[in-house]
Each structure stands twice: as structure tokens, then as C-alpha cells.
């Protein structure tokens, strides 16, 4: 336990072993975009992702690593050489108080997101490590392609199979889809879609 001297008063302070940072700024700047890139995909996709930790000093990493082992505890990393301390990892865990950790289908989904990305998830290690995440110096967020699928629509009640276009996050619907879906047909004047009641 560390202590300073602060206006003559002697205050006591943990030390910084014992202290996870969570401030994604504390990661370097490919790591930063990168884990921002990844919160960003698994909002769009409905994932409560809280994260527990990035930057995490070597003295800090020395300590987790006694637990378990010379310390008393559950064992919580398996290495001394961590890519936190590097500042180029982030661990994670569902934002939902009593499933913090237990959802699997939650953390096979990030991981699945970051596979997307180019990002490593500890999940496939052959040592599991379902909240661990992390980046090389290399990493580049990839753009994000097109992808064309057939999806239903309830239009008043009734299902209907359109085309939907996912681009950048964002759902497209065809306006001719729509259009026959409600009844109408649709021409064009110019760049313009009409449509007109059948």
C-alpha cells in the first residue's frame, strides 16, 4: 500500500497493481480505432459490450500472473508477456449484471464481429481467453462490403420477401420491392421513382 503527503495530511492510495484501466485512449492509436471500431459493430448489432480493461502495466501484469500461483486466487492470465501491455488489447465483458461472463453465445458473437474486423479474439486460442481482444501494429480497419440477402417484411400485417442491401451498417430496401409489397407500380421520371396505386 502506497502512501503521499498531501497539505501535511498523509493520504493512502492502492496501488496501481491492483487497478484495471478501462480508458480505451490509454491504447495505442491503431488499438484505439480499432477497439472503437469494434464497439461500434457490436451496437449495431445489439451487444451490450463493457470494457474492463486496456492498457495494463507490467507491474500490474506480474501481479494477475501471481494469482493462482504464488498468490491466492483463480488464475486470470497465462502469460507475463501480455499485448496489454503493449497497449494494444482490451478485454470485455457483457454488460448485464449476473451474465457478466457466463454468456457464451454473447462472447461467440464479438468474435465472430471481431474476426470481421481483423481483430484477434482470445476466444480462439487454444487456451481460451473469451474476453481478451487485441491488435498488431499493422492492424487496418477493413471497408466494409456490400452484402445483398432476401429478408422478410411485415407490411399491415402481412409477410412479404424483399431484398435488403446492408452497406456500412445501414439496411436498403428496393423501392420496387416495397412498392409491390403495398400495391403499387413503380416508374421513373428521370432520376424521380414514381409510384402509382394498381
Not at 429478408?151 to 412498392?179: F, P, Q, S
Request: charged share 30%.
Amino acid at each position: 500500500m502506497g502512501h503521499s503527503t498531501r497539505r501535511g495530511r498523509k493520504v493512502q492510495r492502492m496501488g496501481n497493481e491492483k487497478k484495471a484501466c478501462r480508458d480505451i485512449s490509454s491504447l495505442s492509436p491503431v488499438a484505439q480505432r480499432a477497439c472503437r471500431a469494434f464497439l461500434r459493430e457490436c451496437e449495431k448489432e445489439g451487444l451490450p459490450v463493457l470494457i474492463t480493461e486496456t492498457y495494463r502495466s507490467q507491474v500490474r501484469q506480474d501481479y494477475l500472473y501471481a494469482q493462482g500461483r504464488t498468490r491466492a486466487g483463480k488464475i486470470v492470465t497465462w502469460t507475463r508477456n501480455s499485448r496489454h501491455t503493449g497497449r494494444m488489447a482490451w478485454d470485455i465483458c457483457k454488460n448485464v449484471k449476473g451474465q457478466e461472463y457466463a454468456d457464451a453465445a454473447f462472447f461467440a458473437k464479438c468474435g465472430a464481429i471481431a474476426k470481421r474486423l481483423g481483430i484477434t479474439w482470445g476466444g480462439t486460442w487454444d487456451t481460451p481467453d473469451k474476453p481478451h481482444f487485441e491488435v498488431t501494429k499493422d492492424w487496418k480497419e477493413k471497408e466494409e462490403s456490400e452484402v445483398v440477402e432476401k429478408c422478410k417484411m411485415i407490411i399491415n400485417g402481412k409477410e412479404h420477401t424483399v431484398e435488403r442491401i446492408l452497406k456500412d451498417g445501414t439496411n436498403y430496401i428496393k423501392i420496387r420491392d416495397v412498392a409491390e409489397a403495398i400495391g403499387y407500380d413503380v416508374t421513373s421520371k428521370g432520376n424521380v421513382a414514381v409510384l402509382t396505386k394498381k
